[in-house]
């Protein structure tokens, strides 16, 4: 193989490699233009992280994934802001999932299908969610995935059409 032929197929290659590692989906088309990605980082510091696991167990943790010891208040109605992650194996996040009350979203059952929808919620509404591919070892460390979360929605919030400039050519 030529050199010519390794330089038009190196950045190809890397395109690929880059992409294949990402497998989270933003859902980003309910983020309002009030959403910025400062007013929720801000936010998500005193915030609790709502963590459905898949048996059925339920852990409440902070911002850096240890345990919550703020108030509960408004979390079982869905009156509260707060991030809302469940694990399982499910298509995306549902429309429905910031509001109460607050079902767990329906997915199928497959070690190879597990994944987790999150979605911070400004008391019934979604602000951004995402779907995400998720090995049982990496959710296990509640400090490590809680700040992916985290990162996660944050970028969404910073990627969408509701936080584009003003066009500059009307």
Not at 16 to 25: D, I, N, Q, V, Y
Not at 92 to 107: L, N, V
Request: with cysteine; net charge neutral; aromatic share 6%.
């Amino acid at each position: 193989m030529s050199r010519r032929n390794l330089c038009r197929l190196g950045p190809m290659i890397l395109i690929t490699a880059l992409s294949a590692g990402c497998a989270a989906h933003l859902q980003t088309k309910t983020v309002q233009t009030s959403d910025t990605y400062d007013l929720w980082a801000s936010r998500m510091q005193s915030m609790p992280f709502v963590i459905h696991q898949q048996d059925g167990q339920v852990a409440l943790v902070d911002v850096h994934g240890d345990p919550w010891h703020g108030s509960t208040d408004g979390l079982q109605d869905g009156t509260a802001q707060r991030v809302e992650v469940y694990e399982g194996a499910f298509a995306a996040p549902p429309a429905t999932m910031c509001k109460a009350p607050m079902a767990p979203p329906r997915g199928g059952n497959g070690a190879s299908n597990d994944n987790v929808v999150a979605a911070i919620c400004d008391r019934g509404r979604t602000v951004v969610s995402f779907s995400d591919k998720i090995r049982p070892r990496v959710i296990g460390s509640k400090t490590e995935y809680v700040s992916r979360v985290r990162h996660l929605l944050l970028e969404g919030i910073w990627e969408s059409v509701a936080q584009e400039p003003e066009p500059l050519h009307t």
